[in-house]
């Protein structure tokens, strides 16, 4: 796969698991992994882009004697993941085309 593609997808991905409630890293992880694969690196790198965007605001607050980092969207965040499932729509338009062949011959 593209790996813009992928970026793009892993970091809407981010932004669905974080769009209803405030959370922390591993349970996006845990939130994303019937969907796709995601290392914690992965994860960590993609949060740190998306707060740097404004995409997110953190919070850190002790949990269990340790300081957890704890993610929330903004406004921005939620306008990138509507403007995803708008061009998600064109893309699946070209899915189809390019592959009209396949359903005719299968």
Same mark, same amino acid.
Not at 38 to 45: A, H
Not at 83 to 104: C, L, N, Q
């Given at each position: 796969? %593209?790996?813009? *593609?992928?970026?793009?997808?892993? %970091?809407?991905? =981010? *932004?669905?698991?974080?769009? %209803?409630?405030?959370?922390?890293?591993?349970?996006?992880? /845990? %939130? =994303?992994?019937?969907?796709?694969?995601?290392?914690?690196?992965?994860?960590?790198?993609? *949060?740190?882009?998306?707060?740097?965007?404004?995409? *997110?605001? =953190?919070?850190?607050?002790?949990?269990? !004697?340790?300081?957890?980092?704890?993610?929330?969207?903004? !406004?921005? !965040?939620?306008? /990138?993941?509507?403007?995803?499932?708008?061009?998600? /729509?064109?893309?699946?338009? =070209?899915?189809?085309?390019?592959?009209?062949?396949?359903?005719?011959?299968?």
């Amino acid at each position: 796969m %593209d790996i813009q *593609l992928k970026r793009g997808l892993l %970091d809407v991905c =981010v *932004l669905a698991a974080i769009k %209803d409630k405030e959370t922390y890293g591993y349970q996006i992880i /845990k %939130d =994303v992994k019937p969907f796709i694969e995601m290392s914690e690196s992965t994860l960590y790198t993609i *949060l740190k882009r998306l707060e740097t965007a404004g995409m *997110l605001k =953190v919070r850190t607050a002790e949990h269990g !004697g340790r300081l957890r980092k704890y993610y929330k969207i903004t !406004g921005q !965040g939620l306008r /990138k993941i509507e403007e995803f499932k708008r061009e998600w /729509k064109e893309i699946m338009s =070209v899915y189809r085309f390019v592959t009209k062949e396949d359903e005719a011959n299968g």
